[in-house]
């Protein structure tokens, strides 16, 4: 079993950063690619970026590519996702996700574990 416990969402003007960070316990992180999803209000679960077991793998949602950055610390067990230049579109629930494997896939139908998430909300 994995548990992922996200943080460092709140409240931010256009234009501005936040950093999110996720926490994991359970099995080894080492193993698994990581994970970032979000979900608006009324829309399906969305991805936004992925990094693989090593960090040598990441893939990103074109609405973000530029803006956001993700990386991992497995010494701390942890993943982040820097995210600047943030919009109001970008508001929504962030969720970290886990999978066991080398491929960092989009679909959140091929993550196992996920985290409760954090609310981001960006005003204009």
């Known amino acids: 079993q994995v548990q992922l416990v996200e943080s460092g969402g709140g409240l931010v003007q256009a234009g501005g950063s936040l950093r999110l960070s996720c926490a994991t316990s359970?099995?080894?992180?080492?193993?698994?690619?990581m994970a970032w999803f979000r979900q608006a209000p009324g829309k399906e679960r969305e991805f936004v970026a992925a990094?693989?077991?090593?960090?040598?793998?990441?893939n990103y949602a074109d609405s973000v590519k530029g803006r956001f950055t993700i990386s991992r610390d497995n010494a701390k067990n942890t993943v982040y996702v820097q995210m600047n230049s943030l919009k109001p579109e970008d508001t929504a629930v962030y969720y970290c996700?886990?999978?066991?494997?080398?491929?960092?896939?989009?679909?959140?139908?091929?993550?196992?574990?996920w985290g409760q998430g954090t609310q981001v909300t960006v005003s204009s």
């Open positions: 996700a886990a999978r066991s494997g080398m491929a960092v896939p989009t679909s959140p139908d091929n993550y196992a574990f």
């Open positions: 359970g099995r080894s992180f080492r193993n698994f690619t």
């Open positions: 990094i693989s077991w090593s960090g040598g793998g990441t």
